[in-house]
């Protein structure tokens, strides 16, 4: 599914895959922590991730987030968490329109064509990794 096809529910689930395969957890833990992807870890503490250094405080802590989320609800909220929360600071993962004046990199022009920070199987995977955390 497209960015711009990405159909959200009345409280911003998302219940239909992106992709149609299922997530890998593995693949969505180093996008959670990679810090030139998702970096998830640098706004969220997760106690699974005692090995991954500097866990942030910003959003909320994602320790028992298996136990407390759907797996359509978690796909909204990373594709596009305003969707779900208007006064979010997250950004929006899987979105494309919308922005206000982007630019192209550093060259201080108007960008041609944006991509979303994550595709679509990164969002299945980032997912199914938030899925695994449960309380031990």
């Known amino acids: 599914i497209a960015p711009t096809d990405v159909v959200y529910e009345e409280y911003g689930e998302v219940t239909a895959s992106l992709t149609g395969v299922p997530g890998d957890a593995a693949k969505g833990r180093e996008v959670f922590i990679a810090r030139g992807l998702g970096n998830c870890v ?21 320790t028992w987030t298996g136990e407390s989320r759907t797996a359509e609800e978690l796909r909204g909220i990373v594709s596009n968490a305003k969707m779900s929360f208007p006064d979010t600071v997250m950004p929006a993962f899987y979105k494309v329109t919308g922005f206000t004046r982007p630019g192209d990199g550093y060259t201080g022009k ?27």
């Not at 005692?50 to 910003?58: K, L, Q, S, T, Y």
């Open 42 to 62: 640098a706004c969220h503490a997760v106690k699974q991730l005692e090995d991954v250094p500097f866990h942030g405080e910003v959003g909320p802590e994602l």
């Open 110 to 136: 108007a960008a041609k064509e944006i991509n979303p920070i994550l595709s679509a199987q990164q969002i299945e995977d980032v997912v199914a990794f938030l899925l695994t955390l449960k309380e031990e």
